[in-house]
Nanobody, 116 residues
Framework: QVQLVESGGGLVQPGGSLSLSCAAS????????MGWYRQTPGKQRELVAA???????NYADAVKGRFTISRDNDKNTVYLQMNSLNAEDTAVYYC??????????WGQGTQVTVSS
């Protein structure tokens, strides 16, 4: 069992930056692939960025060059640095930990609002 707790969401002006954190507990963090997803009302949850247990990363086209995902296995934490934010980035952001389909966990989500 893995518990995930996101933090760092909030209100930011267009063009601003925000950093999200996801602290994991309860299992062997370093074995999990980690991801950040986001969801807006009426839309499906979508992948924003992911980082494998080996450190490989991939990003949604909409955030490439603006967002950076990283992980600290010593702190059991994954981060999402978000720069040059715009209104389309407004969403609830969820942290995900994936090992196998039977070991797939989600955080409770954190709201990010980009507005002037």
């Amino acid at each position: 069992q893995v518990q995930l707790v996101e933090s760092g969401g909030g209100l930011v002006q267009p063009g601003g930056s925000l950093s999200l954190s996801c602290a994991a507990s309860g299992s062997i963090f370093r074995l999990y692939d980690m991801g950040w997803y986001r969801q807006t009302p009426g839309k499906q949850r979508e992948l924003v960025a992911a980082i494998t247990s080996g450190g490989s990363t991939n990003y949604a086209d909409a955030v490439k060059g603006r967002f950076t995902i990283s992980r600290d296995n010593d702190k059991n934490t994954v981060y999402l640095q978000m720069n040059s934010l715009n209104a389309e980035d407004t969403a609830v952001y969820y942290c995900n930990a994936y090992f196998t389909k039977h070991y797939n966990y989600w955080g409770q989500g954190t709201q990010v609002t980009v507005s002037s």
